[in-house]
């Protein structure tokens, strides 16, 4: 009930204001050899307004499950996801609060199934999308753009545990969003955060092309932590047969223990094809076939799922 009326502020102050209101569903069927199920993945629920020409702010509600197996805790709950404050100088912006982090965003629009599935830093976890510190982004020469982040390290849904804090570093050329416009782009991301011992890095290599109907991602990440460092690449491909029908497939080549420290981890690939329609009216509708594979396991698991984006 809460929250209810959370949102419910948060929409009676975006009328007063004159901001936005906006939101996006994710959710799918699965079958599989142990599963037939209908899935709910994520609700997000937006509202931005522009204050001034240089200060705008926007907040961000995930609606989501715990995931606390462990507990037996898989409720859908809410996260406040974003807060973020920007503001924009005669230098470059300057963003505040529990932002955006600069680790994944272009290497997610180059995939651009975000509902069918995470982009592969966000779902390896070598980093979190959101956290809570100060970020400061410049557009250098032509296409060019410098992002630095300073956050507390610990992601959107956990408090800071230490004293210590990651620093983050974007560099992209080319255009950021290939999901609308054409063009290239090709970037470098490192993150590093201190602890007692060594510090945890990682580091991202991403590029990604888009025209003549055809769009093609690739990126390759290593993360450092613990003394373990842990590898991905992931490439993907889509090409829009029609208007409303795209084909697409996306290839995962995961090492999660590069140095042999901890042998009860195998390497595995994952694979997902299929194609979306667009319905129109925010409506996204994508069947797929997903097959995942252990190097020392001969059996793969294999799901067919249809994913479902509604966005308004």
Known sequence: MK??????????????ADGKIGGVTYFNYTNAEDTSAFNFQRQYFS?????????????????????????EDERLVTFLKKAQIDYKTSYGKLSLGLIGMNTYNIQEKNWGYRFIEKSAIDKYGFSSTADLGIGFSRTLVNQLKMSLQVVNGEGYKNPQSDKYHKIAFNSTY??????????FNAGVVFTTEPTDDKPNTMASLFGGFAGMGLRLGGQFNMLTKGGIESQVISVSSNYGMTDKLDAFVRYDMYDPNTDEIDEGKDNSTYLIAGIQ????????????????????????????????????
């Not at 080319?174 to 063009?183: A, R």
């Not at 069947?287 to 067919?304: A, F, K, Q, W």
């Open 3 to 16: 929250y209810l009326i959370i949102l419910l502020t948060y929409i009676s102050i975006s009328i007063a």
């Open 47 to 71: 509202y931005g307004v522009n204050v001034s020409d240089d200060v705008s702010f926007k907040v961000v509600f995930d609606v989501g499950r715990t995931n606390k197996v462990a507990e």
């Open 174 to 183: 080319g255009e950021h969003n290939l999901v609308k416009n054409s063009g």
């Open 277 to 312: 329609l667009s319905c129109g009216n925010g409506l996204l509708v994508a069947p797929n076939i997903r097959m995942e594979s252990y190097e020392d396991n001969l059996d793969s698991v294999t799901e067919y799922k249809i994913n479902f984006q509604f966005k308004f």
